[in-house]
């Protein structure tokens, strides 16, 4: 979404954008030409922008006409080997998702469109997530042969229950912004137009109220629904970098980039 009402853009990145309207920040992902896909450059500053933010609400959504798509398969797992993508993991949980999953600023998710994927984690990472009727959730990392990131384990199942999110996570079914809304994996849908009116006064509501005893209360949160991010990031990470070795992971690439339906082997 590039235009937002009084908003002052403050910094610009290469990948993001990062912009403020009183107590509040922006960060939009700007690659709307592949919809909005995950690069390296993507994730470190994402990690950058909230790790430095001063404002006391955050509202992450996405250039449409997408929120984000996941990963850039072409990018960052370089080739159907997967092999460079496995020599960047580390058993640790991913620094963009620490920065926000981590964070004592209230976070909000304008999901304007697609948000599958890595894409559906960054949603999930959010306190609040406000939908368009044009958004799409869908978990689609069992269709390339990997484990979802730690939100789709530590939070999906809070929101929609185990049942819906093991139905979600086995699946890789997309789900629209009537049945997010259904299932309570958005608190509201509005009309695309009114996506950033609506966040940003969601935004300045949370705002408004005093950083101190909002920072106490995501630290409450944290304590009492969350799992230790960090020693899960670390189990994801170990177990993608199996995954990635898979035949199946590489049927399910190349199939992706040949658009065509994969045969997994279970090997």
Known sequence: MDSVPKVRETTMYQEIGYETAGDVGVITLRRPEARNALTFTTYRELE????????????????????????????VMAS????????KLEPRLTPAADAILNSDTPVIAAVNGAAVGWGMELALMADLRVASEKA????LFIKRGLCCDVPGLGRLAQLVGRERAAELLL?????????????????????????MQ??????????????????????????????????????????????????????????????????????
């Open 198 to 267: 609506a966040a940003m006064e969601l935004a300045k509501k949370v705002a408004a109220n005093p950083p101190l005893a909002a920072r106490r209360i995501k630290q409450g949160l944290r304590r009492a629904l969350d799992p230790d991010w960090r020693e899960l990031g670390a189990w994801v990470s170990t177990s993608l970098s199996e995954l990635f070795k898979t035949e199946d992971h590489q049927e399910g690439v190349r199939a992706f980039l040949e658009k065509r339906e994969p045969k997994f082997a279970g090997r």
């Open 48 to 75: 950058e922008a909230v790790r430095g933010t001063t404002a006391r609400c955050l509202i992450i959504t996405g250039a449409d006409p997408a929120f984000c798509s996941g990963d850039d398969v072409k990018v």
């Open 171 to 195: 699946t890789g079914d997309i789900i629209d912004a009537s049945e997010a809304l259904r299932i309570g994996l958005v608190s509201r849908v509005v009309p695309h137009a009114q996506l």
């Open 80 to 87: 159907a080997s997967g092999k460079a993508a496995t020599a």
């Open 136 to 139: 799409r959730f869908g978990e």
